[in-house]
């Protein structure tokens, strides 16, 4: 038996440390709330009716079926008794480890007003992936059948709070649906006169982007008829819509029956716990400020990837939570337990290696960093496909999802239309 | 403006009745629960993790948006008022129609006890479908982390009560899950240690089919490792298991976590309340007894198509509840309408051409009954495939599931393996 390593969460970070080790003297763990893998880059065309959670999932098993030093758990992690090496879950079972790996993750941050989510749902899931495009489909059938203008336009406006890369990329998927998709669809409403609004804090959109690609994105929503609203500051959400302060300082208030949320993210709650056995310092975001190996301080068998990790890139500015970051991070954290196996040794910190920043705004339609090199157009678009195409873990959702955006391309349809779950709205 | 007619129901009765009067002057509106046609016939293959949802099902909105004298609606189906002629709808709208088409459907029947259905899923929408999938794949999980063995047996085996041909899809791909997809993917527990009820007060499985084609598909369950249990009397489902009634008249328990109903439809609330309006005559099942030309008696303007409609065939028998029926149903129903547009016709009875039966129990194995002929195996299953390709209703769809079905025939993995919504088990 080799040294016993859980992997905890089997998002990127978690899976790529964990395919590392395929062949590591070692005896891995992973344990994930969920039997599968979530390509989270295209939840997005999930919530939007292009694609089936299962296009862009794999089976956590499945994929590591072939692994004999690693096995697969269904549980969620609640605590930890660090001093003790001792995981405990939800369920009360408890691991004992030799080495630790936390890759949880990060969950929607509603900014201290949880009460938000349920008028203003967030992308994180599965589940409210499906719960967001039961929204946005239903809207257009309730405003179909309306009979008072003013609710059929409460029901044609969509919010969407948050102009990050899911939000831009909500925005966009939108706009799309309401003049192309559903064109034809209706015959009391035309789905071309829904209101897109984008809110946000910032003075424009993609703020995490180079400024020439930010303002070629705005310009790729405003083709779309998405309305961009920089400089806001959102103070409410409730069943009429959102209310915000607007970049003059006054109080507005958007009527909308569709708020969708793209705020922010923030530790989940293991995390916090974590943070606390441990006395590990965090940032204001809660992340755990990691040693340049990514171990937390003072406990070298304990190391951290991807969002919930909390480090400088070379430029002194923290690492994004995206998964570049989280899959290198992974994959690092993987082959330094396996150099320390032989003992102690001096190991080089975690580089980052930025290959770039992709975000999607429509057909044709893309912003891109790579290598340095800014792209934005056609092209953009082009490497977004191939690039999103070729990260799918399993080659079986690769071609299913090329043959869904295939038919969409030249049909413009989305074959995932389904509202699904209860139908209670008001 | 054409005489208005109202379709209650998007299923194959309602869609093949609309699809049929996309020339017709008439004023035609189509309501369904469901923003979407779903193939039920493909519903098990969700269940058993082969398909997603979106995969077997086509927007309505989408399939009829080039027909223009048709509008969709979303809405259920309440109460009715024959004399004004003025359908009511669960959200209080009111809808006065010339020509009514109903065609509602079935749900599932528990034989009274209704209670059962929280601790055995049925297999009638989607929803129920991804429940059956969480359930089914859930158990492995759970058995994977069970510590004592009586235990991790209960959690090994799954009980289906009914052996018709959803009875016997479920019990199959089942077979095939604990046999070959999951063979490799756990280390405490053998998947292929499953065991496999089939449950049935029948003297024998598929009790509609010929006999020689029932044996064919009974050999086939049993090498795929199903026990099938004939002759039995299901008399309570709990937390434990199935309680039943064996051949010989005693009392048995089967320990299992897994229970799934395939044991037989009903009327629909809305079914009992179009009976009892127009007071017509039902059959022992709820079915309205309809006229040899599908309208209900005393109230010619009104069609009933489907699994609601009860109507003997040529052999005196009552014609069965599938697809077929209802397709030659609603077209039947719609042409008769349009016909008589032009003032009253003595027209021909409804005949129905009876194509043949299939059923599907394994890769390479199924049991046909076409045009008179009796097939099994390789060839049954090969017809199988092909028609319930050509029977979807969008080409995309199509594509899709032979790309899934043919990873699945190479790989024997099945694509859609998720556990989603709230996991909450015992």
């Known amino acids: 038996m080799g040294k016993r390593l859980i992997i905890l969460g089997g998002g990127f970070g978690g899976l790529y440390a964990a395919r590392e080790l395929r062949r590591a003297p070692l005896d891995v763990t992973l344990i994930d709330r969920r039997n599968f893998h979530l390509f989270q880059p ?26 004999k030093n690693t096995r697969v758990l269904l549980g969620e992690a609640a605590d930890i008794d660090p001093q003790a090496r001792r995981l405990i879950l ?16 990060s969950k929607s941050s509603y900014f201290g007003n949880d009460s938000w989510s349920e008028r203003a749902p967030s992308l994180k899931t599965v589940e409210e992936a499906t719960a967001i495009r039961h ?52 015959r009391s409403i035309r789905s071309e006169d829904a209101q897109i609004f984008l809110l946000d804090g910032s003075s424009h959109v993609l703020p995490s982007y180079p400024e020439d690609l930010a303002a070629d994105a705005e310009r790729s929503l405003i083709r779309l008829g998405v309305q961009v609203r920089p400089g806001v500051r959102v103070v409410g959400v409730d069943a009429n819509g959102v209310t915000f302060q607007n970049q003059r300082g006054e109080s507005e208030c958007l009527i909308a029956k569709t708020v969708l949320w793209a705020g922010g993210v923030t530790v989940t709650s293991f995390g916090r ?51 570049q970051v989280a899959m290198q991070g992974g994959a690092y954290a993987a082959k330094a337990i396996v150099r320390r196996l032989d003992g102690p040794k001096q190991l080089k910190p975690f580089h980052y290696f930025d290959k770039g920043d992709l975000a999607v705004i429509g057909r044709g339609a893309a912003v891109a960093r790579i290598f340095g090199a800014h792209l934005s157009g ?40 389904l509202i699904t779950g209860d139908i209670k709205e008001e």
């Open 42 to 67: 295209l939840l997005y065309q999930v919530a939007t009716g292009s694609l089936s959670p299962a296009d862009i999932s794999a089976p956590l098993r499945g994929i590591l079926s072939g692994q």
């Open 135 to 186: 929204k946005i489909l239903y809207a257009f059938e309730a405003a179909e059948r309306a009979g008072v203008p003013s609710l059929r336009r409460a029901w044609l406006t969509f919010a969407i709070v948050g102009a990050g890369p899911t939000g831009v990329e909500l925005a966009g998927a939108l706009g799309e649906i309401a003049r192309h998709t559903l064109k034809h669809d209706f």
């Open 273 to 323: 716990a974590l943070a606390a056995k441990t006395q590990a310092p965090t940032d204001k975001q809660g992340r755990i400020r990691v040693n340049p190996d990514l171990t937390i301080p003072n406990w070298p068998e304990i190391y951290v990837v991807g969002d919930l990790a909390g480090l400088d890139g070379k430029d002194g500015k923290p690492l994004p939570g995206v998964a």
């Open 90 to 105: 939800k369920d009360g079972a408890a691991f004992d480890y030799d080495y630790l790996l936390v890759a949880t993750g």
């Open 378 to 417: 056609l092209l953009a678009w082009l490497v977004w496909l191939f690039v999103h195409l070729m990260y799918l873990v399993q080659f079986q959702n690769r071609v299913v999802v090329f043959v869904q955006w295939g038919f969409q391309y030249v049909t413009f349809s989305r074959g995932a239309r």
